[in-house]
Antibody, heavy 115, light 113 residues
């Protein structure tokens, strides 16, 4: 079955970078787009960007332009999301989401940004 | 970006009673070529990822109890829980995936009265 397994929790200082991973299995990796969505404490869900199946091209929410990078390793069937210049407001649970025949979500990764 | 407005923000219902959550989009999310509304509904519990309940505005996902139903078209959508159970206490979100960026409603908290 389709699985998306995300990397473990991270604690970062303000100004640092974080790179999260999303290991996929159970389907043909390049057939489906992968999105990243986050949820800050007490907030709704926020789409951050996606990497497109086949091409590997990525698109980002305007507010994250220049600060986020989504990449993939097709041989490892893994998608990565790097967020730079972290601020306290980036404290959130980050999810990867597979789009295709519905939506499958990873379990989430808690990123805490604190000095 | 498409603005998603859910109402109410919270509601308390008695066990076995009906709960109705509304979601309004600032632009139509109906694709005329396939007559599909690009709306999903999620249930969110603490410490868990969102659980997909309804896809294409009204298609219940496999394994989702039939007390959950979705309706609506264009810009106005509804999630109904016909007979609320204790395990339905959660936050509920609507989402549009017609446009990029995806956008989500602010969430509706369902509690037991």
């Amino acid at each position: 079955q389709v699985q998306l397994v995300q990397s473990g929790a991270e604690v970062k200082n303000p100004g640092a970078s974080v790179r999260l991973s999303c290991k996929t299995s159970g389907y043909t990796f390049t057939n489906n787009h992968i999105h990243w969505v986050r949820q800050a404490p007490g907030q709704s869900l926020e789409w951050m960007g996606w990497i497109m199946a086949g091409s590997g091209d990525a698109q980002y929410l305007q507010k994250f332009q220049g600060r986020v990078l989504i990449t993939w390793d097709t041989s490892a069937t893994t998608v990565y999301m790097e967020l730079r210049s972290l601020k306290s407001e980036d404290t959130a649970v980050y999810y990867c989401v597979r789009e295709g025949g519905g939506f499958q979500w990873g379990q989430g990764t808690l990123v805490t940004v604190s000095s | 970006d498409v603005v998603m407005t859910q109402s109410p923000d919270s509601l308390a219902v008695s066990l076995g009673e009906r709960a109705t959550i509304n979601c309004k989009t600032s632009q139509s999310v109906l694709y005329s070529s396939n007559n599909n509304n690009y709306i999903t509904w999620y249930q969110k519990k603490p410490g868990q990822p969102p659980k997909l309940l309804i896809h294409w505005a009204s298609t219940r996902e496999s394994g989702v109890p039939d007390r959950f139903s979705g309706s609506g078209s264009g810009t106005d959508f509804t999630l109904t829980i016909s007979s609320v159970q204790a395990e339905d206490v959660a936050l509920y979100y609507c989402q549009q995936f017609y446009y990029t960026p995806w956008t989500f409603g602010q969430g509706t908290r369902v509690e037991i009265k």
